[in-house]
């Protein structure tokens, strides 16, 4: 093995281990990494013949590749090391491999000077250099073992025009090439950018609203809203990034609306768009891809002319993929002419003259040159550069099809089906059939792959059409009358890879998770637009229902919730259109279930009685099939539903129905979950001690950090929504120091959870506890996190929250907003009963009548005592005492009875005060004494603080 400490020389080229580089004169050569592994492979024995199969082992462990892979890499090896004088350094012997034959001399790394460092591809020159900083997103980088051919000029305009321009289209036909240079250009200028470049492909799409959601994702943020371009533009304001918006043309009046709001409202935010026709948006230059410069019409012989052949990029495009696909392809003399022709006849379109290059091996130059003048005679009207260049590739590709063997023409035509990447397993199950098998059809897919048909997609792993080759082999699927059959095999495919997605999650984290199902996003989308067809023509109805059911968990956790919502009402909807028979229960019961969480978390109060009825027909479906595990789901729905209305009675009910459920079950998992309901449930309602017995024993038991999101409606980190009702319930008790300390760790496990909702739940928690105990930073951090997430991720409900609290904090901290922002405040549509009963314990100015009818009938629980407190505020400054001192006297009381040793401290201290007017300070002294002498921590807090004040005050002379 050569040392990582030695360069190795040969011929005019030093290659270093260490830093993986190769360098020619002192510049740098770039390959492919398999490219440099095989070189370095071949340099470690020179002289002697490695076969094939060392090879492949040596460079692709632990993966099965086709030789084809092999002999792509070696080519593009041998045009990286083939010199002016004509060298060649790696040579083929026939039947047993390849050998490296120029002599080889190795010398320590320091002999051959510094190492120089790696720079941009030939004719690009980076914009200006920032600051270094950490790149949050790489560039997207190309996997093509290939170098870019003729793109010289407009990778140099590119590297100066980006930088620049915000908004520049490289506007082209289908296969021109426009995002081979895009990515190129990508790669070069990402430096300059501070956070880096990013790929967004809109080719898997097929609407307009979707064009945000696909940005969002691209830039690691869950959109959870259809249109989310508020949280995009939040998002990307300070950002010093350069977007790659690649395949642009059928969502142009989406792209265009969004680049010009990008480019309004986030300065440092810069555009490369692809597409067949311009964006048409303001402020748009727009760069035309010529197709490749052609060789000229042959006016000589002899070396000079074949040498000006060799160098025009058409012609060099060609020999380098005729000799990826065959070793021993050369231009000389003889095939020259037909070469030339053959670039002519295509037009110079990169995609025509790499698939025509793909059939050389298969035909020779001068056969395919033949058959290629056939294939145009019907393409002869008048002048051919006169025509539309689309017909000229839709022309090649009628050559390539009708060239293709039989199964592989089947097999091309069926891969139509896949809008995204699609790995070889799922090719296989959808693609057999018809006599093909899926050995077959594995078969078909490498060759198809070698003749540039199909394109790798992150490498072996998957593949993709082309666009236009999509589109051209759809429309051969629907002419063979195989559409229909396909589609629904893709749909099988689809769901059967879903079913142990749930499963899945319990047992993996969530980012592996995400690496297995996230990708699946857009197989799931193309499933149910064929499945849920409206117009009867195509689908498959049940089909659909089922991939709606099973496909929860992936948008739930890819926080797309708002397309989920309206898939799952699409689907339900065309079932009740169908006819009772459409719908059984067993697959209704969890459609229901999941449309009751989707409006939980994308509707507003309009949306509460869908909702409800949502989770109520879950609940009845799952009775009537006698399924316990569906019914513990649809109870825990239920009981959410109420607490979420501010029911907290119903939502007792139904967690005592699920604890007879649970003890049916005998599960522990289950159990400790109706332990965890039960403790939220006596928060509630205002019984703090029974409430902290549930949690000492959820906190003791040896499974209480389980996830327990089983899909059957738990739907959040049940571990931190535990913590932050103990946070509440440890303040509520007169331990606020303990109270802190917990929803710190809330907020703390929130962030590193990696899921929006459950985030959501660990920073309100912060929010509640810093904002009762007056901690201004801590509380103002909390605050600021909820509303970052909830722009980001598009929830807003949970921006309600976090307007609530800032405004909170402002009154308590010198800065008080008008009537008018309350009065907009408690009139939200989000407002809800829950949230009337939060916002009257943070100040009283938010206090509303709905709170106070609440309270009055009983239905507030755990806020009754503050909020007669403070209704009896009010009063003692409108001057009614009396009044005052009954409701103060009275929401004692109630503090006492429910165990909430702080709702006590503020209402001794109101009385106190209200005592203190009527002169009678020993009595008010005495009462607020014996409350605060209760606490043994927290004297630091606002409540204690404001109460020793009164109490010192009260203990001075008149």
Same mark, same amino acid.
């Given at each position: 093995?050569?040392? /990582? ?91 047993? $491999? ?148 690649? /395949? +642009? ?80 392809? !050369? ?30 091996? *298969? ?12 294939? *145009?005679?019907?393409? %002869? ?62 078969? +078909?897919?490498?060759?198809? &792959? ?25 429309? %051969? ?85 708002? #397309? ?33 969480? &989707? ?44 607490? *979420? ?121 912060? +929010? ?7 901690? #201004? ?22 921006? *309600? ?16 907003? $008008? ?13 809800? /009963? ?30 009754? &005592? ?24 009275? &929401?004692?009381?109630?503090?006492? #009875? ?5 709702? #006590? ?36 807090? !606002?409540?204690?603080?404001?109460? !020793? ?10």
């Amino acid at each position: 093995m050569t040392s /990582n400490h030695t360069a190795i020389l040969f011929g005019a080229y030093r290659l270093v281990p260490s830093e993986r580089a190769l360098f020619e004169g002192g510049q740098p050569v770039r390959l492919s990494g398999r490219a440099f592994d095989l070189l370095l492979a071949l340099l470690e024995r020179p002289g002697e013949v490695l076969s094939k199969d060392e090879l492949i082992a040596r460079v692709w462990p632990s993966t099965c590749v086709e030789e084809g892979n092999l002999r792509v890499h070696i080519g593009a090896l041998r045009r990286a090391l083939r010199d002016a004088s004509g060298s060649q350094y790696v040579e083929n012997v026939v039947g047993r $491999g390849y050998s490296f034959v120029a002599p080889v001399r190795r010398v320590a790394q320091d002999a051959g000077g510094a190492a120089e460092r790696p720079a941009h591809p030939p004719g690009v020159q980076a914009g200006p250099q920032p600051e270094p900083q950490p790149v949050a997103h790489p560039a997207p980088a190309s996997i093509s073992p290939f170098r870019i051919i003729g793109r010289d000029d407009t990778l140099r305009h590119l590297a100066v025009q980006v930088p620049q321009r915000r908004l520049i289209t490289l506007a082209g036909p289908g296969g021109i090439g426009k995002t081979t240079v895009a990515l190129a250009a990508a790669e070069a200028l990402a430096p300059g950018f501070a956070h880096g470049a990013i790929l967004v492909d809109l080719a898997p799409l097929t609407g307009g609203a979707q064009v945000t959601s696909a940005l969002a994702l691209a830039l690691g943020m869950p959109a959870m809203s259809s249109d989310p371009l508020s949280t995009l533009v939040a998002h990307l304001h300070a950002m010093h990034v350069l977007l790659v918006l690649d /395949n +642009c043309e059928h969502l142009i009046d989406s792209v265009a609306a969004l680049a010009e709001r990008l480019l309004r409202q986030a300065p440092r935010v810069h555009m490369l768009a692809t597409s067949r026709e311009p964006l048409r948006a303001d402020a748009e230059w727009v760069h035309r891809l010529p197709p490749l410069a052609l060789p000229p019409v042959p006016s000589g012989h002899g070396t000079a002319a074949l040498a000006l052949l060799a160098a025009t990029p058409a012609v060099q495009l060609f020999v380098e993929r005729a000799t990826a696909c065959m070793d021993s392809f !050369r231009l000389h003399e003889d095939n020259a002419a037909a070469v030339a022709d053959i670039c002519r006849r295509l037009d110079g379109i990169p995609l025509a003259i790499e698939l025509a290059a793909g059939r050389a091996e *298969f035909f020779g130059v001068h056969g395919l040159a033949a058959r290629l003048e056939d294939c *145009f005679t019907v393409l %002869k009207r008048g002048r051919r550069t006169a025509l539309p260049r689309h017909q000229t590739l839709r022309a090649t590709l009628d050559w390539s099809y009708d060239m293709l063997g039989a199964a592989e023409q089947a097999v091309l035509r069926r891969c139509a089906i896949f809008r995204a990447p699609f790995t070889l397993d799922c090719a296989a199950d959808v693609a057999q059939s018809g006599g093909i098998s899926a050995e077959e059809v594995l078969d +078909c897919i490498a060759n198809l &792959a070698a003749k540039s048909l199909l394109s790798a997609d992150g490498g072996a792993a998957q593949f993709r059409l082309l666009g236009t080759t999509r589109a051209y082999a759809l429309d %051969k699927l629907r002419a063979s009358g195989e559409l229909a059959v396909v589609a629904r095999r893709y749909a099988q495919r689809c769901r059967d890879f879903l079913r142990p997605a749930q499963a899945e999650l319990e047992r993996q984290p969530l980012q592996a998770w995400l690496a297995t199902y996230g990708r699946s996003i857009d197989h799931v989308r193309a499933v149910l637009d064929w499945t849920l067809n409206a117009d009867g023509a195509e689908g498959d109805l049940a089909l659909g229902l089922e991939l709606c059911a099973l496909s929860g968990p992936l948008w739930y956790q890819l926080s797309l919730m708002d #397309e989920y919502r309206s898939r799952l009402q699409q689907a339900l909807e065309l079932a009740r259109q169908a006819g009772a028979d459409a719908l059984a229960p067993q697959l209704e019961m969890p459609l229901a279930l999941a449309l009751g969480h &989707a409006l939980l978390h994308t509707g507003d109060q309009a949306d509460n009685a869908a909702r409800t009825q949502a989770f109520a027909r879950a609940l009845e479906l799952a009775q009537q099939t006698g399924d316990n595990a569906s019914r513990m789901g649809a109870l825990w729905g239920c009981y959410i539903d109420a607490i *979420f209305n501010g029911d907290y009675q119903l939502a007792l009910g139904y967690a005592e129905r699920f604890g007879v459920a649970a003890a049916g079950a005998g599960g522990e998992l289950h159990q400790l979950a109706h332990a965890r309901m039960l403790a939220r449930t006596m928060h509630y309602l205002g019984h703090q001690d029974r409430a902290r017995r549930h949690i000492e024993f959820v906190a003791r038991h040896p499974l209480d950090r389980a996830r327990l999101s089983h899909g059957r409606g738990f739907q959040l980190d049940q571990h931190i929504s535990t913590m932050a009702i103990h946070s509440r319930v440890l303040w509520l008790q007169g331990q606020p120091e303990q109270a802190m300390e917990v929803a710190r760790a809330c907020v703390e496990t929130g962030l590193q959870a990696g899921h929006g909702i459950s985030l959501c739940f660990a920073v309100l928690a912060g +929010c509640t506890i810093f904002t009762w105990c007056g901690d #201004e930073a801590e509380g103002q951090r909390c605050t600021g996190l909820m509303l970052d997430h909830a722009q980001r991720c598009a929830l807003p409900q949970w921006h *309600f929250w976090g307007e609530g609290y800032a405004m909170a904090q402002r009154l308590l901290h010198g800065q008080p907003p $008008g009537e008018k922002e309350v009065f907009v405040l408690q009139q939200d549509r989000h407002c809800g /009963n829950l949230q009337v009963d939060v916002l009257a314990t943070l100040h009283p100015r938010l206090l509303t009548a709905r709170a106070i009818a609440r309270a009055e009938a009983g239905c507030a629980g755990w806020s009754r &005592a503050e909020v007669m407190r403070c209704q009896g505020e009010a009063l003692f400054r409108a001057g009614a005492v009396e009044q005052a001192g009954q409701l103060f006297t009275l &929401a004692l009381a109630i503090a006492a #009875e429910q165990g909430a040793l702080a709702w #006590e401290l503020r209402a001794a201290t109101s009385l106190a005060h209200l005592r203190s007017a009527q002169g009678r300070r020993q009595e008010a002294r005495a009462q607020l004494e014996g409350i605060y002498s209760r606490y043994t921590e927290g004297h630091a807090t !606002r409540d204690l603080q404001t109460a !020793r004040a009164l109490l010192d005050e009260l203990a001075r002379p008149n």
